[in-house]
């Protein structure tokens, strides 16, 4: 089960959390930026240390998953630099195709809507309910 939901852009920056089980605790508004740029800057430093990279794409040597005893985050970072964070059950091994089916929401959703900025904050009804459906369906 995905229980939370974090969008951070290319700057570590969040732009869109949702919670979707209620059973993980409420984080502030200023809790939630603080999380978005700390992940976003030990992902980062994970990448560059990592002795896989020599020839590799930096962007695939990230953090792509934290196991914890009581739940993992899990990592998808698209070509852009735009990171999908999901709290999920320690049950959940991978979820790769979920988050990347949640990019193709927000590039249909978000990025053709004539009105969102890159870079700035999600505000969207239409990506929430299709979010929202493909989360119950995972």
């Given amino acids: 089960m995905i229980h939370a939901l974090f969008v951070i852009n290319r700057s570590g920056g969040l732009i869109y959390s949702k919670d979707f089980s209620g059973q993980t605790a409420q984080l502030s508004s200023n809790e939630a930026l603080i999380f978005a740029g700390t992940f976003h800057g ?3 430093l994970a ?7 020599k020839g ?3 962007r695939d040597m990230g953090i792509q998953s934290i196991d914890t005893k009581g739940f993992r985050l899990h990592c998808y970072q698209t070509p852009t630099g735009l990171k999908f964070l999901a709290v999920t059950d320690l049950l959940r091994t991978s979820l790769a195709d979920v988050l990347a089916r949640v990019y ?19 505000r969207s009804d239409l990506f929430d309910a299709k979010l929202r459906q493909l989360v119950q369906a995972s």
């Fill in 56 to 58: 590799g794409a930096a």
């Fill in 42 to 44: 030990i992902h980062a």
């Fill in 104 to 122: 193709r929401l927000y590039c249909d959703y978000a990025l053709k809507n004539p009105f969102y900025s890159l870079e700035m904050p999600i």
């Fill in 47 to 53: 990448s560059r240390v990592s002795p896989a990279l």
